[in-house]
């Protein structure tokens, strides 16, 4: 505001009679570095800082209307219910008039306000953030992902050379903090990590490029900014003033949301959600980058928390927790570059036995990548998961070309440091034998976890399943069991036991710790 100091914008903002609605007191301010956001009870009014960063520009009055625009274009979508309107702030002697649009010296874009614990963060720290949660934020952002638009112009941004210049910005905004928040190690090793990842990934780079995984994301995915409320899951406060932030790949989205969940200590919730989402978009292939942004989100992080040490209108008890939060940050954000040893997991078993139960917690429990053959199956015939297969996807042929993508997919991961599951009946002697050679040659553990129940139980189960990817039918049962294949003498050695109607829980807590 030009005409008038920013604080009388704040005082009338403060005031009961300057909204045209029932307003709960004292009206709350909450600031951030580019927001005021006014909480009058039933809406928030949003209203940007005339500030100029090297990352967003609201200096102007033009500027600060354009991205009120763009920020209420880009999130009504997926948070319908938040954001409503970009209404003038108009002045008429001493006062401001909201909503009136004859003289404008500021703009407030309008939100209804919703409580506090609906947020992830709030949820999460109160204990009721739940696996089915993170199942269903897993669906959410998969679909947001499907819908969000790509060309040529947005791909631009998903070059190596372009991705690559926020890592080096972000590396010589921090070099400052060597010795304060980070150790040399730590820096030179995360950097050295990123700098190996594009000298010698470039081709991986570009293969996700051309596969349209470069699309216009949230870029700002984190539990602050996801809120369950009206009984739905809803996805607010996406980048709108940065282009670069959000033109990215949707690993990025995805790697910010596991990133947090690691930094708070529940990696088996960001475990589920990585699961969820891989199953539905079939993109397990973009594992592979998913190490490099994870590092990345974890060390901006670091960053944004380290630029506190340096204001001096932080009071030094504020700095030091500003230190320790940074550290902790830096600390994730060079443990994602090291190197972990991969192994490979066969389920196996009759349909009905347990084998996606249990591999779903074993995969909780050890941070491992939940490959179901149904899923995979579904993806490579090009039809949407919840959508029952006719004949055509089980014919000899298509169980083949299941299996070896599986094998495939698995190994790839494996040698990436990733556990992985292999969640299929490998009732065939061939499919376990290309499984385990595959595994040998490439010098990579591998067992076989094979499910067992009483067959009344299988038809209990089969008949019972609802909502699920997998077709199969307890009328299925008597032919599997004359159709499977024993374990040989040199598979017995691999094959561990499981009886899916006993405390099968502590055993797989005792291999989790093995």
Request: glycine fraction near 4%; charged fraction near 25%; charge should be negative.
């Amino acid at each position: 505001m030009s005409q008038r100091p920013i604080s009388d914008l704040i005082h009338q903002m403060k005031q009961p009679d300057f909204y045209p609605h029932p307003v709960q007191t004292p009206i709350d301010l909450i600031q951030t570095h580019v927001s005021y956001v006014f909480l009058t009870g039933d809406y928030a009014y949003k209203v940007k800082k005339a500030v100029n960063f090297s990352f967003l520009d609201f200096s102007t009055l033009e500027k600060r209307e354009h991205f009120c625009w763009q920020e209420l274009q880009m999130n009504k979508p997926q948070a319908p219910e938040i954001y409503l309107n970009v209404l003038p702030i108009s002045q008429k002697g001493d006062r401001l008039i909201l909503g009136d649009d004859s003289q404008p010296v500021e703009y407030a874009l309008k939100m209804r306000q919703f409580p506090q614990d609906a947020l992830f963060s709030t949820r999460f720290e109160q204990g009721k953030l739940t696996a089915t949660d993170m199942e269903n934020l897993g669906r959410v952002v998969a679909e947001f992902h499907a819908q969000t638009q790509t060309n040529d112009y947005i791909r631009s941004f998903g070059t190596p050379a372009k991705i690559r210049e926020a890592f080096d910005e972000n590396y010589q905004q921090t070099e400052n903090y060597i010795g304060r928040a980070q150790t040399q190690q730590q820096f030179q090793e995360t950097k050295q990590f990123s700098d190996r990842f594009f000298a010698q990934r470039e081709a991986l780079l570009e293969q996700r490029l051309d596969n349209n995984r470069i699309r216009e994301c949230h870029g700002d995915l984190h539990l602050r900014n996801i809120c369950l409320w009206q009984d739905k899951i809803q996805l607010f406060d996406r980048i709108e003033f940065n282009e670069p932030f959000r033109f990215v790949d949707v690993m990025y989205d995805v790697a910010f949301v596991v990133m947090d969940l690691d930094a708070r200590g529940a990696k088996e919730l960001g475990n589920v959600f990585l699961n969820t989402y891989l199953e539905q978009t079939g993109d397990w292939q973009g594992l592979q980058v998913l190490p490099l942004y994870l590092s990345r989100q974890a060390y901006v992080r670091a960053k944004v928390t380290s630029f506190l040490l340096d204001d001096p209108a932080v009071p030094e008890e504020t700095k030091q927790d500003a230190a320790n939060t940074a550290a902790d940050y830096y600390r994730l954000a060079w443990d994602y570059t090291k190197t972990n040893s991969g192994q490979v997991v066969i389920m196996s078993g009759l349909s009905g036995s347990g084998k996606s139960t249990v591999a779903r917690q074993l995969a909780h429990q050890s941070g491992a990548i939940h490959l179901r053959s149904d899923a995979v199956r579904k993806h490579l015939a090009g039809i949407p998961l919840d959508q029952k297969g006719s004949d055509q996807l089980y014919t000899p042929k298509m169980n083949q070309k299941t299996y070896d993508r599986l094998s495939e997919l698995g190994i790839m991961l494996a040698q990436q440091g990733f556990p992985v599951i292999l969640d299929a009946k490998y009732d065939r002697q061939a499919f376990r034998g290309d499984a385990i050679a595959q595994a040998q040659a490439h010098q990579l553990p591998l067992r076989i976890l094979h499910c067992i129940a009483p067959l009344e139980v299988l038809r209990d189960r089969l008949s019972s399943r609802t909502e699920d990817v997998s077709d199969a039918t307890a009328d299925l049962l008597s032919r599997q069991q004359a159709t499977a294949e024993p374990f040989t003498e040199a598979e017995q050695s691999l094959v561990t036991t499981v009886d899916t109607t006993q405390n099968w829980q502590s055993q797989i807590e005792k291999m989790t710790r093995n």
